[in-house]
């Protein structure tokens, strides 16, 4: 399940899927990740879809994740193509607005680094191998020349079902960490 109608299951297993591909190789370019999956932990949330337990243990990762990992940098693009119909995106405008407005909100939260790409698709990866390039040169960075840009699709585990009892025990909620964090 996902979009409009993830769950506790769906969420957890992305989530956990995309943290262990970004924790197993440095560097790398990825047309998604964790912020993502929280902006939607976030939409589900307000919807009464996931349980409260999935969105602090998914944004508690995340301050883990950045704080290990201070040089990432998060591509934002901001909504400027209509949605296409592919049968896996939604073609719910009003849900892509609200997912961008988490998007752009959880940059800004959390103090992630990121740059705004607009234009044609042409346009945003003429900036982002601009971006790189520049990246390379200030800091000594190697990067193989042939920067290809590849579809990335994890798969995740979908017969995963985490019982109430597993999410439960998540470490960082036990203990009530969150009680005075707002979501």
Known sequence: KIN????????????NTYQKLFEQNKNYISDRGLVDVIAYDRYLYK???????????????????????????HVYFPIEFDLVDDGVRSANKEFQKEIDIHITNILHEYDINHINVSGSVEERVEKIKKYINNMTKTNNV???????????????????DPSQEYLDSM?????????????
């Open 142 to 160: 190697k990067f193989n020349e042939d920067i290809k840009l590849t579809e990335l699709k994890p798969s995740y585990d979908e017969s995963f």
């Open 171 to 183: 470490p960082d909620i036990q203990n009530g960490e969150f009680s005075d964090i707002p979501i």
């Open 47 to 73: 919807h009464k879809k996931i349980s409260q337990i999935v969105l602090l243990n998914h944004q508690q990762a995340l301050r883990r994740f950045l704080k290990k990992n201070p040089d990432v940098i």
């Open 4 to 15: 409009e109608e993830g769950d506790n299951k769906s969420q957890y297993a992305i989530f």
